[in-house]
T-cell receptor, first 110, second 115 residues
Framework: DAKTTQPTSMDCAEGRAANLPCNHS???????VYWYRQIHSQGPQYIIH???NNETNEMASLIITEDRKSSTLILPHATLRDTAVYYC???????????FGAGTRLTVKP | DSGVTQTPKHLITATGQRVTLRCSPR?????VYWYQQSLDQGLQFLIQ???????AKGNILERFSAQQFPDLHSELNLSSLELGDSALYFC??????????????FGAGSRLTVL
């Protein structure tokens, strides 16, 4: 399984875009990139996922490099409620065990 | 409210005891996943069931067991409890059996404290 590397922590100013990077240089062709987040002690929440094309939904955008070795999650206008731990996960589409790493602790500041 | 219901929310017990955590998945979801989150271990995948059958097993101790019932609710049984079992236990559910192909919806968790 591909391993992911994320910064331990990041800060972002409220109202600005938050760009969270993730390196997954050993990603295989059948593996997708998933992003979940966990707001303090709550259950994790799905954000977005993608294979090779950029994806956008009401929560965020996912930018995957052409070689698929890294990706960036973009929260376009961060709010204080976006303060959370963000997990980047690389798994095959048909896997049964979504496994979480250490993630990036994003702090949105006023 | 995510639609995934976990009970109890909090549980305090002593070492050596046995507890059962319960999870009711979102309506229509057939898969249930259990995760353990302790301060020093992060979020650890334990086990997954799909429509009553075990589909994947992670770092689940032999002292722990789980099952999914015909009405699709699931129970996680923790026995011979140790101090290190103190953690948040999360249940998640999804429509299909593949966690990659389906969004996982998590419950609010059950906080277990072993004294």
């Amino acid at each position: 399984d591909a391993k992911t590397t994320q910064p331990t922590s990041m800060d972002c100013a409220e109202g600005r875009a938050a760009n969270l990077p993730c390196n997954h240089s050993t990603i295989s062709g059948n593996e997708y990139v998933y992003w979940y987040r966990q707001i303090h002690s709550q259950g994790p929440q799905y954000i977005i996922h993608g294979l090779k094309n950029n994806e956008t939904n009401e929560m965020a955008s996912l930018i995957i490099t052409e070689d698929r070795k890294s990706s960036t999650l973009i929260l376009p206008h961060a709010t204080l409620r976006d303060t959370a731990v963000y997990y980047c996960i690389v798994r095959p589409y048909n896997n049964n065990d979504m496994r979480f790493g250490a993630g990036t602790r994003l702090t949105v500041k006023p | 409210d995510s639609g995934v219901t976990q009970t109890p929310k909090h549980l305090i017990t002593a070492t050596g005891q046995r507890v059962t955590l319960r999870c009711s998945p979102r309506s229509g979801d057939l898969s249930v996943y259990w995760y353990q989150q302790s301060l020093d271990q992060g979020l650890q995948f334990l086990i997954q069931y799909y429509n009553g059958e075990e589909r994947a097993k992670g770092n689940i101790l032999e002292r722990f067991s789980a099952q999914q019932f015909p009405d699709l609710h699931s129970e996680l049984n923790l026995s011979s409890l140790e101090l290190g079992d103190s953690a948040l236990y999360f249940c998640a559910s999804s429509v299909g059996q593949h966690s990659g192909a389906n969004v996982l919806t998590f419950g609010a968790g059950s906080r277990l404290t072993v004294l």
